[in-house]
């Protein structure tokens, strides 16, 4: 198992913005590609960035433009930079840690965007 903790999460309205964080062992964070992913009730859980240990990105296009996911290694954390945050964004919002082909999640953090 690899911990993975985030925090961040909460109740904004639409509009506005919300940073998410996601601490992370740290001899493993720094060589594996990190995401955020989200589930809303009865839905399946979808990406919504990545990160490679290199930086590299990938977004979710409803979230390409107003998301910005980022890593610091020195920090071993993960960060989800989310504005003009819509109702559709309502969701938990999970971070995912790949390596060696396994898949590790956190807890979850709900982040709710009232219209």
């Known amino acids: 198992q690899v911990p993975l903790v985030e925090s961040g999460g909460g109740l904004v309205q639409a509009g506005g913005s919300l940073r998410l964080s996601c601490a992370a062992n740290g001899r493993i964070f720094r060589i594996a590609t990190m995401g955020w992913y989200r589930q809303a009730p009865g839905k399946q859980r979808d990406l919504v960035a990545q990160?490679?240990?290199?930086?590299?990105?990938n977004y979710a296009d409803s979230v390409r433009g107003r998301f910005t996911i980022s890593r610091d290694n020195a920090e071993n954390t993960l960060f989800l930079q989310m504005n003009n945050l819509k109702p559709e964004d309502t969701a938990v919002y999970y971070c995912?840690?790949?390596?060696?082909?396994?898949?590790?999640w956190g807890q979850g953090t709900q982040v709710t965007v009232s219209s």
């Open positions: 995912q840690l790949i390596r060696g082909g396994n898949n590790y």
């Open positions: 990160i490679t240990p290199g930086g590299t990105t």
